[in-house]
């Protein structure tokens, strides 16, 4: 039996409205999944950035991460500069930057405990200088970085080769008081070697005995 011609084009237009309506319903189902499969990708990148710093060797520290000063005072100041690289495989540990925020955090307050203000100074020896600010902020905050130049840079120089000769090792922490004249012109003292801590186990071993100055 043949159809009449107004019936046969009502079935072709109910065809196309439904094929429109399965294509948009198709369009928007992978739409969802893109959307889900990235925000999936994107939460565990940024839990794990987010545990690995707010995982201290101690609970003492567990809540808390270092603050820079933005204040310049008079008085006697001590430094902590941590030397690293992303080329080091040491520094790529699980907790290690949440060791890094410990040691910060615990020579702040003796610092404190003794009347002395604390800086935290943060080298990359990566070549590119990028490179070495995008390693750097894995570590928290910092009140000063330096970063490019690899061996010859101007941190390496200062913390390393001439200024204060040490172990040429990644990473390492080096900790140094001075006094600071801050009246009407800036005068800062020569500084004084209190500590170096080479290499990552020596540094846990380190900031997990509480990163005490005097042993």
Request: proline share 4%; glycine share 10%; net charge positive.
């Amino acid at each position: 039996m043949k159809l009449p011609t107004f019936a046969s084009d009502a079935v072709r237009r109910g065809i196309a409205r439904a094929g429109t309506a399965v294509w948009l319903a198709t369009g928007v189902l992978l739409l969802a999944v893109v959307v889900r499969a990235q925000w999936t990708a994107r939460v565990p990148a940024t839990r794990a950035v987010t545990q690995a710093l707010a995982a201290p060797a101690s609970t003492e520290t567990a809540l808390r991460v270092y603050q820079p000063g933005t204040s310049l005072e008079s008085g006697e100041e001590i430094v902590l500069v941590f030397i690293g690289a992303s080329f080091c495989n040491a520094q790529n540990r699980p907790g290690f930057p949440a060791v890094i925020e410990n040691a910060k955090l615990r020579l702040q307050e003796q610092a404190k405990a003794s009347g002395a203000r604390f800086r935290a100074i943060g080298v990359a020896l990566d070549w590119r200088a990028s490179d070495g600010i995008a390693f750097l902020g894995r570590f928290g905050e910092f009140d000063e970085v330096g970063s490019g130049g690899n061996w010859i840079s101007e941190g390496a120089t200062k913390y390393i080769w001439r200024d204060h000769p040490g172990g040429a090792d990644v990473p390492q922490l080096l900790v140094l008081r001075r006094s600071v004249q801050a009246d009407r012109a800036v005068q800062i003292g020569e500084d004084r070697v209190v500590k170096r801590i080479r290499g990552a186990n020596d540094i846990e071993a380190w900031v997990a005995g509480g990163a005490a100055l005097d042993r």
